[in-house]
């Protein structure tokens, strides 16, 4: 499965710094373009490994509750 997400670039002195503002917390950097395009991608991959449990087997409950104002 492809997912296509809108990365944000910038220079950064010598390097390229960039992150995906639709993926709080995935950002990277690099020499090219094209190699912070691919450690982006890396960055993201690493993301969803470290998630507990996997995306899509997640399963949320709901309670209602009540507030006093």
Do not use: C, H
Not at 3 to 15: I, N, S, T, V
Not at 23 to 29: A, E, L
């Amino acid at each position: 499965m492809a997912l296509r997400f809108q990365m944000e670039y910038w220079k950064d002195g010598p390097w390229f710094v960039g992150r995906l503002p639709q993926v709080p917390g995935v950002f990277s950097q690099g020499v090219t373009l094209g190699e912070l395009e691919e450690n982006i991608r890396d960055a993201y991959r690493m993301m969803l490994e470290e998630q507990d449990p996997p995306p899509g087997e997640r399963f949320v409950e709901t309670m209602e509750i009540e507030v006093l104002v």
